[in-house]
């Protein structure tokens, strides 16, 4: 029997947990994905204009600070990443969301797996169901998933997202080194928290990169892409194409989302729960969200960095007037807090 039928045969009432939707075969909104019968509270066009645009040729350390520590979420620019690279990933990921589902569903991701072909992870926390779908990569999982989809050509999906992961790690290597920098960390402390990949640790990096797609909607205003959570990196680098859809929370009012709009050849970055614990909260993790829309499919890559799994973290604060206020903690330990808790997680910490 297969894994993926012994899955369904150990989980039949689960299956909506596990496998996506057919969106091509959906023509109206079902119950199960209906969140809500309200238009989001969209904080108007110059609130989207505000959120900084850094360029990393030459990073300004003001508005770096600013971006981290008022917004948490940045446009960058001039980051290196080759244009004809983002071009390709967005193809292939289209390539890979427009196989039918009875092809899709040979990457099944099984509920004690974290890579391959599904529902976003953090469906279990929400009765509703997301319309959206995707593919999770980490490590050498990325050929045995594609070989399953592609039996024979499986090649230039493979190369690209090599490359692609490549250029990331080295992207969210530097900016660490700029962000944490800013906070006064030293060179041997940058070392310990992003190793360089010739490092005897770097098998255990928790990065990992995962692919999203968010079908056209047929009701755009009462579905949800992703509903909203904070990351649990150090940072995330975001690709999302010219699609919007990505909102971050309003600092000043919780209530109100504000509206991520790309811009032509930036990525966005988005801090994380971790860089928020290591800055002692100075850093903001802020909760953002994916909505979709009616007429176009939007795909977004997410390359979240972090360090070695087994890497003790804590705030890191040499200001007496500014005691810590997370306790030290295992890296791995606060994965767990957050598969289990999600969006309470970084409470548990609290001093
Ligand atoms: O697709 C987007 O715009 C957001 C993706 C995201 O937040 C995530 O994958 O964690
Ligand atoms: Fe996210």
Redesign the pocket.
């Known amino acids: 029997m297969s894994s993926v039928t012994q899955l369904f045969k150990n989980n039949p009432v689960n299956r909506d947990r596990i496998i996506p939707l057919d969106f091509t075969n959906t023509k109206t909104l079902p119950d199960s994905h209906v969140w809500s019968d309200s238009e989001p509270e969209l904080e108007p066009e110059p609130m989207t204009r505000a959120i900084p645009v850094v360029s990393l040729s030459s990073p300004e350390q003001v508005l770096l600070q600013h971006a981290c520590e008022e917004w948490g979420v940045f446009h960058i620019t001039d980051h290196g990443v080759p244009h004809l690279l983002l071009q390709n990933v967005e193809c292939q990921m289209k390539r890979l969301f427009s196989l039918p589902m009875h092809r899709k569903i040979l990457a099944i991701r099984s509920p004690d797996e974290s890579t391959g072909y599904g529902v976003v992870r953090i469906s279990m926390f929400y009765d509703k169901l997301m319309w959206s779908e995707g593919f999770s990569v980490m490590g050498s999982s990325l050929r045995r998933h594609a070989t399953l989809l592609w039996p024979d050509d499986h090649t230039e999906f493979c190369n690209v997202m090599e490359e692609y992961q490549k250029a990331m790690e080295d992207l969210s290597h530097r900016l660490v080194s700029i962000v944490m920098g800013s906070l006064g960390l030293t060179h041997e402390e940058l070392r310990w928290l992003v190793p360089d990949r010739t490092g005897s640790r770097t098998d255990s990096i928790q990065s990992f990169l ?1 692919l ?1 797609s968010y079908p056209v909607c047929p009701d755009p205003h009462l579905a949800m892409g ?1 509903a909203p ?1 904070t ?1 649990s990196s150090l940072l ?1 680098i ?1 690709y ?1 194409g010219n699609i919007p ?2 909102e971050i929370q309003n600092p000043q009012e919780e209530s109100r989302w504000i509206g991520v709009e790309p811009i032509e050849g930036a990525l966005v970055v ?1 801090m994380g729960d971790l860089s928020h614990i290591i800055s002692n909260g100075r850093f903001k993790s802020t909760m ?1 969200r ?1 909505v979709v829309n009616k007429t176009h499919h939007r795909v ?1 890559a ?1 390359y979240f960095s972090g360090p070695p799994k087994n890497l003790q973290i804590g705030p890191l604060t040499r200001d007496k007037d500014h005691p810590p206020i997370y306790r030290r903690l295992i890296w791995e330990e606060y994965l767990a807090a957050k598969a289990t808790h999600f969006n309470k997680a970084l409470t548990l910490f609290r001093c």
Do not use: K, M, R
Request: net charge negative; proline share 0%.
């Open positions: 995962q999203n992703l959570h990351d995330t975001l999302q859809g990505l988005i953002h994916a977004s997410a």
